[in-house]
């Protein structure tokens, strides 16, 4: 039977790298699309990259419960809407949702059947290598982003699931057992988006 996963962690510790792997890896799984109320940027598409709502359509959604989750960043709306996935999980698809610890509570409440997964580092050590390693942020950002993996990785109880994510392929290899996906059923149909 096909679920929703919803997968968070801190930044840093290689949430989408593991979703990259583990797409490739399974073409029959949906990478949930966000819905947001900001103009499109140079090459995103419709319904792949988000989808594009006005901010009166995104509030018509909010009060009909049309949202999974919603938050608001930097004046515009930001929101995971539910038929997209109840679709794909009634059409037989495994969903899967990579969002920010906020989300992943509100999910928790408005869809209570989902499979919570907690990506943490090794250490904290690790994570901080990793985060400047990026060596794309400045030393005020980083101790931005260290301040809130510190808040995140104390949320860890809340979960399923915890998955140490200190080897890639072991990492994936656990997220496929977690996913409860078969590692010999790999390149299912594509992963598209709506």
């Known amino acids: 039977m096909a679920r929703l996963t919803v997968i968070t962690g801190p930044s840093g510790v290689g ?3 593991l979703v990259s792997r583990l797409l490739e ?49 930097a004046g515009n709306l930001y929101g995971t809407p539910r038929r997209p996935v109840e679709q794909h999980l009634e059409q037989g698809r495994p969903v899967l949702l990579e969002i920010e610890l906020e989300g992943a509570r ?21 994570l901080e290598r990793r985060i ?9 950002a980083i101790s931005k982003r260290l301040d809130r993996a510190r808040v995140e990785l104390a949320a860890e109880g809340e979960f399923d699931a ?15 057992r977690l996913m409860q996906l078969d590692a010999r059923q790999q390149k299912g149909p594509p992963s598209g988006r709506p």
Do not use: C, M
């Not at 073409?27 to 419709?46: H, N």
């Not at 400047?132 to 005020?140: A, H, L, N, P």
């Open 106 to 126: 509100q999910v928790r409440r408005t869809f209570p059947a989902g499979f919570q997964l907690f990506i943490k580092p090794p250490s904290f050590a690790e």
């Open 25 to 73: 890896r399974h073409g029959q799984i949906w990478l949930s699309v966000s819905a947001t109320t900001r103009a499109p940027r140079a090459g995103e598409v419709d319904g792949e990259s988000y989808f594009f709502l006005s901010r009166e359509a995104f509030e018509r959604q909010v009060r009909a419960g049309g949202f999974l989750e919603w938050a608001e960043f």
């Open 15 to 17: 949430k989408g790298t």
């Open 162 to 176: 915890v998955l140490v994510n200190g080897d890639l392929q072991l990492a994936l290899a656990e997220l496929e």
């Open 132 to 140: 400047r390693g990026r060596g794309t942020d400045s030393d005020g």
